[in-house]
């Protein structure tokens, strides 16, 4: 039976991500301690919380690119309908304090706002094991673009805000973020595909 990605209820995430806040006032915060935070809520909460600095943006030395590969990592275990799990060395990987605090502090009014329109509804979409396979591939894609060097500004918007609905419409069952998520991951493709067309012209153009 694949697991629930349902979690347990209680105080929203906003709220859990706004005292993790104030802990990073303390030092240094690792994936595994983020992890711990997301109170049972397990991959969707951890999901939505790697995608927040593609989308303030936030500066990531060092981290971007492992970031976007714990996202593409959570989305091949969905995809196969396993629970989503971390190699040790991501887990152990150290957040910088500055980068932590502003992580938290400008990510959750957007979580926040975000939990306003959330609700199970649409149920197929999220407890369908082929729908859940859809959902798991298109966290994959979105993750495998974050993880791309790409210095272009605002070229993981997109993916980074699929990802994002993906997480919050499998953490509370809605269907409809659920069906949002696949179009922003489907326009993240595309987007890229684009980029990468331009730039062959432009190369090409230079090398004449």
Not at 106 to 119: D, F, K, Q, S, T
Not at 178 to 191: D, H, R, Y
Not at 194 to 201: D, P, R, Y
């Amino acid at each position: 039976m694949p697991p629930s990605l349902l979690p347990p209820r209680g105080t929203r995430l906003s709220e859990d991500l706004a005292q993790l806040g104030d802990a990073a006032e303390e030092g240094p915060l690792t994936m595994n301690r983020l992890l711990r935070a997301a109170r049972g809520r397990g991959f969707p909460a951890l999901l939505a919380i790697l995608t927040l600095p593609f989308i303030i943006p936030l500066p990531l030395p060092g981290l971007s690119t492992p970031f976007g590969i714990a996202i593409a990592l959570f989305g091949l275990r969905l995809a196969i309908l396993r629970r989503p799990l971390l190699p040790r060395w991501l887990l152990r990987r150290k957040i910088p304090p500055v980068v932590a605090r502003a992580l938290l502090h400008r990510g959750v009014p957007i979580i926040r706002r975000a939990e306003r329109w959330l609700y199970p509804r649409l149920l197929p979409l999220s407890r369908w094991p082929p729908f859940r396979s859809i959902t798991g591939l298109a966290v994959a894609s979105c993750g495998f673009v974050l993880a791309l060097p790409v210095p272009i500004p605002f070229s993981n918007t997109l993916p980074a805000l699929g990802a994002l609905l993906l997480a919050l419409g499998a953490m509370e069952e809605d269907g409809l973020f659920l069906l949002l998520g696949w179009v922003l991951s489907l326009a993240a493709w595309i987007a890229l595909a684009v980029l990468c067309w331009m730039g062959k012209i432009g190369l090409h153009h230079l090398l004449l």
